[in-house]
T-cell receptor
Framework: DAGVIQSPRHEVTEMGQEVTLRCKPI?????LFWYRQTMMRGLELLIY????????DSGMPEDRFSAKMPNASFSTLKIQPSEPRDSAVYFC???????????????FGPGTRLTVT | RKEVEQDPGPFNVPEGATVAFNCTYS??????FFWYRQDCRKEPKLLMS???SGNEDGRFTAQLNRASQYISLLIRDSKLSDSATYLC????????FGTGTKLQVIP
């Protein structure tokens, strides 16, 4: 079975450019999460969706970040304009059931390693 | 005070040793607790959930102490393959990951 799929795996871009990260959750999972991981701050929850609807985006650092989930099998995280401090590994995760109960195991994708120069 | 705190380590232990990590949390209303494992440059993966009564999975034992607001992970008979970063996860309305404890098992 395919796990969570993320693309690209690596992205190097210049400051000011737009960056779009993509995620395909596990089929049938109703929760999708976007995380950012850095050495200094660890793994931070940016936003999560339930049934394609954004539930909590309080972790999104600022207006330069936006996320969408147009359907159950696809989500994007966009940074515009990008800055060097956005350099991190961005993980997407999905789960069946979530905060409302059910199995809460989150399955993570392999991550996108973003470098902004 | 951070919501979830872990000793970053590294914990360097010889093969066969027993090692334990603690993780403290600040919100007494926290509802669920988990340990995830993350290998270098890989994604986190669920290791085990932590139940109020404590639970064991092979060489791994997880415990919850609500009075003192911490969870623990005990690894017996450490293997080289246990070398990884162990992330504590606490849930209250949303999940919060600790920054992880790095374990290095030495031959």
């Amino acid at each position: 079975d395919a796990g969570v799929i993320q693309s690209p795996r690596h992205e190097v871009t210049e400051m000011g450019q737009e960056v779009t990260l993509r995620c395909k959750p596990i089929s049938g999972h109703d929760y999708l999460f976007w995380y950012r991981q850095t050495m200094m701050r660890g793994l931070e929850l940016l936003i999560y969706f339930n049934n394609n609807v954004p539930i909590d985006d309080s972790g999104m650092p600022e207006d330069r970040f936006s996320a969408k989930m147009p359907n159950a099998s696809f989500s994007t995280l966009k940074i515009q304009p990008s800055e060097p401090r956005d350099s991190a590994v961005y993980f997407c995760a999905s789960s069946l059931g979530g905060l409302a109960g059910g199995s809460y195991e989150q399955y993570f994708g392999p991550g996108t390693r973003l470098t902004v120069t | 005070r951070k919501e979830v705190e872990q000793d970053p380590g590294p914990f360097n232990v010889p093969e066969g040793a027993t090692v334990a990590f603690n993780c403290t949390y600040s919100n007494s209303a926290s509802q669920s607790f988990f340990w995830y494992r993350q290998d270098c440059r890989k994604e986190p993966k669920l290791l085990m959930s932590v139940y109020s009564s404590g639970n064991e999975d092979g060489r791994f034992t997880a415990q919850l102490n609500r009075a003192s607001q911490y969870i623990s992970l005990l690894i017996r008979d450490s293997k080289l393959s246990d070398s990884a970063t162990y992330l504590c996860v606490v849930r209250y309305q949303k999940v919060t990951f600790g920054t992880g404890t790095k374990l290095q098992v030495i031959p």
